[in-house]
T-cell receptor, first 111, second 114 residues
Framework: GQQLNQSPQSMFIQEGEDVSMNCTSSSIFNTWLWYKQEPGEGPVLLIALYKAGELTSNGRLTAQFGITRKDSFLNISASIPSDVGIYFCAGLSNTGNQFYFGTGTSLTVIP | DAGVIQSPRHEVTEMGQEVTLRCKPISGHDYLFWYRQTMMRGLELLIYFNNNVPIDDSGMPEDRFSAKMPNASFSTLKIQPSEPRDSAVYFC????????????FGQGTRLTVV
């Protein structure tokens, strides 16, 4: 299957700090997605990216689709305690049928 | 709509027993996915259906696992016989044909096989 690696694996930050995480793939994707999973819940879509080089924002979240189409980045500005969770990148297969998920970045925000 | 509904939320069973996990996708969604989540392997796609037909089951770990979708509003994932290494959180997700980049996930079933 497709391999999507995320880094860092985990982050512990102070409230108010900015956060950056990235995702790299061994294969090219035409659509990148970022999901957040809170404890005891399923992943929820945060941002979808459709074009290489695209930069998209959703509130304090900004994500970019890498030019090579093999990577993507997610930034969170001015973190707050409710940002806690696991953030997953996902690539949509070229057939448009399957989602391949990254290994996840666990975020802890210290008040 | 209540979203994707999975049952049970938690299941504890003894090794060798049959386990059935259930999923009700969002009405009108034409794709249904079953994922398994573990610390070691993350989110793994097990199988997905399109219009109730299994399209790709290459992620199903072994013959002990089977999935069905008898109609558009119901799917099951069965493990028989269960083993301790099957312990994981199993997620069902469905996708809207008009918004094909978003999969909506259920809350998952946490399975523990002892």
């Amino acid at each position: 299957g497709q391999q999507l690696n995320q880094s860092p694996q985990s982050m512990f930050i102070q409230e108010g700090e900015d956060v950056s995480m990235n995702c790299t793939s061994s294969s090219i994707f035409n659509t990148w997605l970022w999901y957040k999973q809170e404890p005891g819940e399923g992943p929820v879509l945060l941002i979808a990216l459709y074009k290489a080089g695209e930069l998209t924002s959703n509130g304090r979240l900004t994500a970019q689709f890498g030019i090579t189409r093999k990577d993507s980045f997610l930034n969170i500005s001015a973190s707050i305690p409710s940002d806690v969770g696991i953030y997953f990148c996902a690539g949509l297969s070229n057939t448009g049928n399957q989602f391949y998920f990254g290994t996840g970045t666990s975020l802890t925000v210290i008040p | 709509d209540a979203g994707v509904i999975q049952s049970p939320r938690h299941e504890v069973t003894e090794m060798g027993q049959e386990v059935t996990l259930r999923c009700k996708p969002i009405s009108g969604h034409d794709y249904l996915f079953w994922y398994r989540q573990t610390m070691m392997r993350g989110l793994e796609l097990l199988i997905y259906f399109n219009n109730n037909v299994p399209i790709d089951d290459s992620g199903m770990p072994e013959d002990r696992f089977s999935a069905k979708m008898p109609n558009a509003s119901f799917s099951t994932l069965k493990i028989q016989p269960s083993e301790p290494r099957d312990s994981a959180v199993y997620f069902c997700a469905s996708r809207d044909p008009g918004r094909n980049t978003e999969a909506f996930f259920g809350q998952g079933t946490r399975l523990t096989v002892v």
